[in-house]
């Protein structure tokens, strides 16, 4: 049993962030896709990017998903921008 | 779907090369002899967006999801109206303004049905396939923004009733006159 998420990040919520993606041990009490945006929005500097209010958008394993979704080991999570294709 | 499958043709590709428009609308319809309308759409690069120029755009996506969401939009088209054959085309990578980006071609027996379910897939494409825009204008790069006029476009569809333009054909109001 791993309690490790995969996270993306897309587009300008990327470059803020520095990073594509990468593998994160659930920290204790980070039980859903909204906790564990705080979380990240709390390293400072461009992960504000992140903080409430931002237009942020998430998916939980390739599906579009809101802040209550519970979060499982082994879950592919994703913030971006809202999308602008077409 | 299964339709499409026996033809061994896909519904749905991402890809970055371009896409042949006339081939992609004859197939449509190719092979059966209930097919009464085609209806489709071709999304084109503009050289001009927000009051900037435009020299090119890059079109990033989450590979993986991208395919999964145009998936079930179609799917999602197919349980509202009786759909003979679908495609969707999306390209990423950079493109330059006239280049296309996106295709999307509806078969069904009658145009109401065709036009809608052409229009339903686009709304709900611009909502909810991860793609984004980055474009390279004379002040630099930029993310494009999403319209709140995209939103409203895929909500209004949530008002329609599932499987309008069925029984109440624009073929079978004419029919009747």
Partial sequence: MTSKVKILYFASL????????????????????GALRSHLAARGEGWQALAAGRNVRAALNQKMAAADAALDGGDEVAFFPPVTGG | ?????????AEVSVQQEDFDVGAEIA??????????????????????????GVRAMTLEHYPGMTERALEEIVEQAKA?????????????????PADRIVFVGVASAHRGEAFAA??????????????????????????????????????????????????????DIERRR
């Fill in chain 2, 1 to 9: 779907m299964v339709q499409a499958r026996a033809q061994g043709a």
């Fill in chain 2, 118 to 171: 052409c229009e339903f897939i686009m709304d709900y494409l611009k909502t909810q396939a991860p793609f984004w825009k980055c474009e390279e204008t004379p002040q630099g790069a930029r993310w494009v923004d999403a319209r709140e006029s995209d939103d409203s476009a895929a909500a209004r569809w949530e008002t329609v009733p599932a499987q309008a333009g069925q029984g109440e054909d624009w073929d």
């Fill in chain 1, 14 to 33: 990327r470059e803020a962030v520095g990073c594509a993606g990468e593998e994160l041990e659930l920290p204790a009490g980070i039980a859903t896709l």
């Fill in chain 2, 80 to 96: 509202r109206w009786s759909l003979h054959a679908v495609r969707v085309i999306h390209r990423h990578g950079r493109l330059e």
């Fill in chain 2, 27 to 52: 197939r449509l319809g190719e092979g059966r002899r209930d097919v009464g309308a085609v209806a489709s759409f071709v999304g084109l690069v503009r050289d001009a967006n927000d009051g900037s």
